[in-house]
């Protein structure tokens, strides 16, 4: 049975599961946005993490963006894409 969008929302366990058995921070990150582009049926999800020392949101983890782009691609607080 397929869940709906809003079911992500609901469902904390499904994220306490991804983190059982998550060797690095940015393996559980790449499974949290596997997780919710299908959940959410989107092509593109991706986690900015803010960077204290640049007061930059850098892109940490994506789907459907290259990977190559994970680390570089640098936002200002406020900035869209």
Not at 10 to 27: A, P, Q
Not at 32 to 44: N, Q
Not at 51 to 73: A, P
Request: glycine content about 6%; charged content about 20%; proline content about 1%.
């Amino acid at each position: 049975m397929e869940k709906s969008n809003i079911d992500l929302f609901y469902d904390i366990g499904e994220l306490v599961r991804l983190f059982e058995n998550t060797m690095s921070i940015n393996n559980f990150l790449h499974r949290v946005v596997t997780l919710i582009a299908r959940h959410m049926k989107a092509d593109v999800c991706s986690i900015y993490l803010f960077d204290e020392e640049s007061s930059s949101l850098v892109l940490t983890s994506t789907v459907g963006l290259l990977q190559e782009y994970i680390g570089k691609v640098r936002l200002s607080p406020g900035e869209g894409i």
